[in-house]
């Protein structure tokens, strides 16, 4: 396998920008590399990824890597999707449509802008309608997709302004949030959700994507419900390793937590901006 270099002009291979002549490194990858991948994940695709011989080929091709616009199909047909959709009854059209007329009715739109998030905050403050417990829910969960959404990835060329991949986004979020109410959106979601929009053209799938991610056990169950209970774990068994294999970065982690920690203290009585 080849790496070819190349000089970055204006956003990297991967969408990103460049904010120096900095060189990179694009992997190249054979033709018939990429066609066994699409063969296998096509075999994949129809067995469920039940048989032995087909999950060998996936390993082995997984360790040689995968084009950059074939990551979306991989994750596609390895997350399963299709079998969570087959079992799960949710119409993300209809409901992506009912989302529209809500906000129009609330005078939103499907935007990530400020305006959307100024008059969110003025419903809520009882400025316009009365509202429901079901209403503040819902409009709460859309301001903080909104915000966050404004801070994913900002240097993404797909991220940059009013894009439609944000308006995907936040259509997908919301979604989500609908479909799980008893999470409805955590922050860091978002990051998750715009990273599988890089890759996948299709926005309904990468709403299957997520709900698969979220809410199986084989992956991210309970690392974004309200007490954050699995990642809290997950984060504790981290430290207790750090602790035990790399003792002075750990030391060296804690003290500087402790800094930042001292300095947001003098930053809130003084009202001045350290960092």
């Not at 590399?33 to 469920?48: D, N, Q, R």
């Not at 990468?206 to 309970?222: G, N, P």
């Not at 500087?256 to 901006?273: D, F, N, P």
Request: some cysteine; hydrophobic content about 40%; glycine content about 6%.
């Amino acid at each position: 396998m080849a790496a070819t270099r190349t000089h970055a002009q204006l956003f990297n291979s991967h969408g990103f920008a460049v904010m120096s002549a900095a060189e990179e490194y694009n992997m190249s990858y054979e033709d018939s590399v990429c066609e066994t991948f699409k063969e296998v994940l096509a075999e994949c695709e129809s067995c469920g990824m039940r048989k032995p011989p087909i999950l060998l080929k996936c390993r082995q091709l997984i360790k040689v890597g995968g084009h950059n616009s074939m990551r979306g199909d991989i994750w596609r047909v390895f997350l399963g999707i299709s079998e969570t959709k087959t079992r799960t009854n949710f119409d993300y059209k209809g409901n992506v449509a009912e989302l529209g007329e809500r906000l129009n009715k609330c005078g939103l739109t499907e935007s990530t802008c400020d305006a959307n998030i100024r008059r969110i905050s003025a419903l809520l403050d009882g400025q316009y309608l009365p509202l429901s417990e079901e209403d503040i829910k819902w409009l709460r969960n859309a301001r903080q997709i909104m915000l966050d959404i404004g801070r994913t990835f900002p240097t993404h060329r797909l991220y940059i302004g009013e894009t439609k991949e944000k308006i995907s986004l936040l259509r997908v979020l919301m979604m989500y949030a609908k479909f799980n109410t008893s999470v409805g959106y955590c922050q860091g979601m978002a990051y998750i959700a715009a990273l599988l929009l890089m890759h996948m053209t299709n926005e309904e799938d990468v709403f299957w994507s997520i709900l698969t991610i979220f809410d199986s056990e084989k992956y991210l169950a309970r690392f974004y419900d309200r007490k954050l209970s699995r990642m809290q774990t997950c984060g504790g068994i981290f430290s207790l390793l750090l602790k035990d294999r790399q003792t002075k970065l750990a030391q060296h982690l804690v003290a500087y937590t402790h800094c930042m920690y001292i300095l947001s203290i003098l930053q809130k009585r003084a009202g001045v901006r350290y960092l």
